[in-house]
C-alpha cells in the first residue's frame, strides 16, 4: 500500500501533496556539530515519505503505517502539541517551533512511511522533521525552502524541534544532510557559520562500496548519554576560554590544561576536525581509497576519547578492517546503531562474511548490512 493510499484510508479523502525526507549517513565528523566544527555527511536513498492536506480548524491528524492504530488526533496547536509522544513528538515539535516562529501555519492530516532500517543511526527523526517542515512549507505557501538558505532554515526548524520540544541536545548535521543533500555528493558543513558545499563522492568510479553494519543495538541518546558528552565539551571549552572547542587551536597546549574526560573529549573533537578537513582533500584530489585511514583513525578516537563506542560496533569495525576493508567506523552518535566500511566492490561479500562470523562466535544476532550511496535530500514527489 502507497502512503497515498493509506492517507485515503485513513482520512478519507485525497492528499494535497506527497513529500520525501532521506536519512543519513556521516561518512566522518562525530560529535562535533555542536562544538562549532565540520561534519560531512550525506543523504542516504531510505527515508520518510510523507501525505498531507491542511485543515482550517487547527486540529493535527497524525498517523504512521509504522504505527496502525486510529490517528493522534491533537487539538489546539498552541496547547494540545504537548499530548504528542513517541514518533509523533518529532511533527508536533515542527508545528510548534513554526508557529511560535510567527509563520501562518494551521492544521494538518498526516499521514507517515518510513523505510529507514530501525536502530541503524540514519537519523530517521531528522528526516521526519524535514519532510513535515517541507509539507507544512508548500501546505501554506511560505516558501521557506525556495533558496539554499531556505532550506537550510528548514534544517534549524527541524534541529529546534529536536531541542527544544523533544529534548534532545543534537547539532544540525542531521537535519542539514536531509534538507541539503544532493544525488552524488557529500555535504560538508560547518556547522558555526551554517556555510555548506557539496562535495563529489563517486564510490563506484572507484572501484568502492560504502558498506553499512547495522549492528541491532539499540541507542537512545535522549537517556542522558549524549547530553553528558555535550556537558563535558562546553565545560571544557569554558576552562580554555574559548567559545567552543572548535576553536582550539594549540592542542598540546589545551590537553596540559585539562585533566580526565574534559581532556579526553577535547582531544577527539579537535582531531576529528582536522580529519573532515583531510578527508576532503583526498577527495578533492581523487585519492578516494586512502580515505579509509582516516576512517580508521575517527573510530579509535570515538572509542577511546569519546567514549561512544560499544562491543558490537567495535567487533563491526575491527571484524570489517581483517576481512579487506579500506577502513572502518561507527557512524551517528553512537551506543549502538551502525558501522560503515570503505571497501572495494569484489571484497562486499568477503567482508560481510567475516563480520558476520565474529558476531556468530560471539553468540550474537548477524548484523543487517546495506550499500549506500549518496542520495537527493528532501523534496515534494506529487
Not at 266 to 288: D, F, S, W
Not at 327 to 355: I, Y
Request: charged share 25%; net charge negative; glycine share 12%.
Amino acid at each position: 500500500m502507497s502512503v497515498a493510499d493509506a492517507f485515503r484510508d485513513a482520512y478519507g479523502d485525497e492528499p494535497t501533496g506527497i513529500w520525501h525526507a532521506p536519512g543519513r549517513v556521516n561518512l566522518i565528523g562525530e560529535h562535533t556539530d555542536y562544538n562549532d566544527g565540520f561534519v560531512l555527511p550525506f543523504a542516504v536513498p531510505w527515508g520518510i515519505t510523507l501525505a498531507a492536506r491542511p485543515r482550517e480548524d487547527g486540529v493535527v491528524r497524525l498517523s504512521s503505517r509504522q504505527a496502525p492504530g486510529d490517528p493522534l488526533v491533537l487539538h489546539d496547536l498552541d496547547g494540545g502539541l504537548d499530548r504528542a509522544r513517541g514518533w509523533a513528538r518529532y511533527p508536533a515539535g515542527v508545528f510548534r517551533i513554526m508557529r511560535g516562529d510567527g509563520l501562518p501555519i494551521g492544521g494538518a492530516d498526516i499521514m507517515i512511511d518510513g523505510d529507514v532500517p530501525r536502530g541503524a543511526g540514519l537519523s530517521s527523526s531528522a528526516a521526519l522533521e524535514v519532510a513535515t517542515a517541507l509539507a507544512l512549507d508548500d501546505l501554506y505557501g511560505l516558501g521557506v525552502a525556495e533558496s539554499e538558505t531556505g532550506r537550510m532554515g528548514l534544517a534549524r526548524i527541524g534541529q529546534r524541534a529536536e531541542n527544544d520540544f523533544v529534548g534532545m541536545p543534537c547539532g544540525i548535521r542531521d537535519q542539514a544532510a536531509s534538507a541539503l543533500g544532493r544525488e552524488g555528493h557529500a555535504l560538508f558543513l560547518d556547522c558555526r557559520s551554517l556555510a555548506s558545499r557539496p562535495i563529489p563522492l563517486d564510490l563506484a568510479a572507484h572501484g568502492l562500496r560504502l558498506l553499512i553494519i547495522n549492528t541491532g543495538v539499540h541507542h537512545e541518546l535522549a537517556d542522558g548519554q549524549h547530553a553528558r558528552r555535550r556537558q563535558e565539551c562546553e565545560n571544557a571549552a569554558k576552562r580554555l576560554g574559548v567559545a567552543a572547542l572548535r576553536d582550539v587551536t594549540d592542542l598540546a597546549a589545551a590537553l596540559a590544561e585539562l585533566t580526565g574526560a574534559e581532556r579526553a573529549r577535547t582531544q577527539h573533537v579537535v582531531t576529528e576536525n582536522h580529519r573532515v578537513e583531510a578527508v576532503i582533500g583526498l577527495l578533492r584530489a581523487g585519492a578516494v581509497p586512502e580515505i579509509g585511514a582516516l576512517l580508521n583513525a575517527s573510530h579509535l578516537s570515538l572509542r577511546d576519547q569519546f567514549e561512544v563506542s560499544c562491543p558490537e560496533l567495535d567487533v563491526a569495525v575491527e571484524s570489517a578492517i581483517r576481512g579487506g576493508a579500506r577502513g572502518a567506523r561507527m557512524t551517528g552518535d553512537g551506543f549502538g546503531g551502525s558501522a560503515v566500511a570503505l571497501v572495494a566492490e569484489g571484497r562486499v561479500d568477503q567482508v560481510r562474511d567475516r563480520v558476520r562470523q565474529a558476531y556468530e562466535e560471539r553468540g550474537w544476532a548477524s548484523p543487517a548490512f546495506f550499500t549506500a550511496a549518496p542520495a537527493a535530500g528532501a523534496r515534494r514527489l506529487a
